[in-house]
């Protein structure tokens, strides 16, 4: 039995049941809600850990629910991934200000979303520390860093990126291993976008945080 419960929220009853199908042959426990009201009321029983969160519903839509939830201190360590046929930016920058952690657009192909699941869920696994580390903390819940009292807003990939290297200081990660933390296996990009991402994490924190091991990949220093 998978230690990861995941509520789908969604008003199409034939999304519903291929999401379920699939994510219950991965191993999740998995629930159903086809409305707003349904999923609220379900979470106070059933502490998903992942809900996946149709945007697009009646009476109540996706972003709306997404605030009610974040709203409820309770409900602090629930990671919200939207599904939604609609691709417009300002509909992405809403659901991320609402407080999702993902966005997968419609038509949903099983493959990807599962490894987008996959890739929110390790940010638990990882259990980040939180304690001072080189003068950097780490707020998961609001995807803020604070390095010596000052806050640095950092986009999704670069926080992400730091969050794995932080989450074991002095341990070397791989590049592969990196690729698949931050992107992902369904998603191909190379080594190179890992060295942009590390550059630019490298102005904004300072070049004695993160070292490079030559040939291997990359370790945050404490």
Known sequence: MS???ILIVDDDEDIRHLLKYNLDKEGFTTNLASNGFECLEIIKNYHPDLILLDV???NMDGIEVCEKIKSDPTNKNIFICFLTARNEDYSQIAGLEAGAD????????PKLLISRINAILRRREMDLPNPDQSGIQINREKYVVVKNGQEIQLPKKEFELLSLLFSKPNYVFRREEILNHVWGTEIVVGDRTIDVHIRKLREKLGDHNIATVKGIGYKFIT
């Open 3 to 5: 230690k990861y419960k």
């Open 56 to 58: 697009m519903m009646p």
């Open 102 to 109: 993902d966005y997968v657009a419609k038509p949903i192909k």
